[in-house]
T-cell receptor, first 111, second 116 residues
Framework: GESVGLHLPTLSVQEGDNSIINCAYS??????FIWYKQESGKGPQFIID?????DKRQGQRVTVLLNKTVKHLSLQIAATQPGDSAVYFC??????????FGGGTRVLVKP | GAVVSQHPSWVICKSGTSVKIECRSL??????MFWYRQFPKQSLMLMAT?????????EQGVEKDKFLINHASLTLSTLTVTSAHPEDSSFYIC????????????FGEGSRLTVL
């Protein structure tokens, strides 16, 4: 079936630097994309979303970029902090309102 | 913001017993709730879509007689793992969407099941 995948399983970043997490999706019918953060033993926490009629959306310290031409999604975290250490998942949604999660990227922030 | 509560947050049971996990939307009504399963260091896999007042829709490969889902009200869905075995040990997470929305999906904190 259709799937959402990530390029990098683990990302180590120096505190204060910017982080970029990438995600490839394959379902061209998906029109809604979300990034989640998951800390150990907890449920996913919504970070930011974007609909397919946009190519960029900014939040507090985070930016999501959507490139529909190459089916690519990215999450940029500015000035990464120790509290940003977690696993990040992208997810896509198409008809039927079912959310499909990518494989996840672990972000490790080095002090 | 909207809150989804799961209970219990963790449970240990003997092989062969059944375990019920509750998912509640605390401050909104949820027509649709979703149940996910997550193995260690893996992503969330959708198990089923729970619709209030009707039968759940299960994903391919998920045994409906093994994982019983009930969505009796707009604020409560339950997942019962019947005749649990060690391979059912996992992190089970529910999510809920507000009644009128195709908006944000709110996730519970998860329930960790360990079957001995």
């Amino acid at each position: 079936g259709e799937s959402v995948g990530l390029h990098l399983p683990t990302l180590s970043v120096q505190e204060g630097d910017n982080s970029i997490i990438n995600c490839a999706y394959s379902n061209s019918a998906s029109d809604y994309f979300i990034w989640y953060k998951q800390e150990s033993g907890k449920g996913p926490q919504f970070i930011i979303d974007i609909r397919s009629n946009m190519d960029k959306r900014q939040g507090q310290r985070v930016t999501v970029l959507l490139n529909k031409t190459v089916k690519h999604l990215s999450l940029q975290i500015a000035a990464t902090q120790p509290g940003d250490s977690a696993v990040y998942f992208c997810a896509e949604e198409a008809a039927g309102n079912k959310l499909t999660f990518g494989g996840g990227t672990r972000v490790l922030v080095k002090p | 913001g909207a809150v989804v509560s799961q209970h219990p947050s963790w449970v240990i049971c003997k092989s062969g017993t059944s375990v019920k996990i509750e998912c509640r939307s605390l401050d909104f009504q949820a027509t649709t709730m979703f149940w996910y399963r997550q193995f260690p260091k893996q992503s969330l896999m959708l198990m089923a879509t729970s619709n209030e007042g009707s039968k759940a829709t299960y994903e391919q490969g998920v045994e409906k007689d093994k994982f019983l889902i009930n969505h009796a009200s707009l604020t409560l869905s339950t997942l019962t793992v019947t005749s649990a075995h060690p391979e059912d040990s996992s992190f089970y997470i529910c999510s809920a969407r507000a009644e009128n929305g195709r908006g944000e999906l709110f996730f519970g904190e998860g329930s960790r099941l360990t079957v001995l």
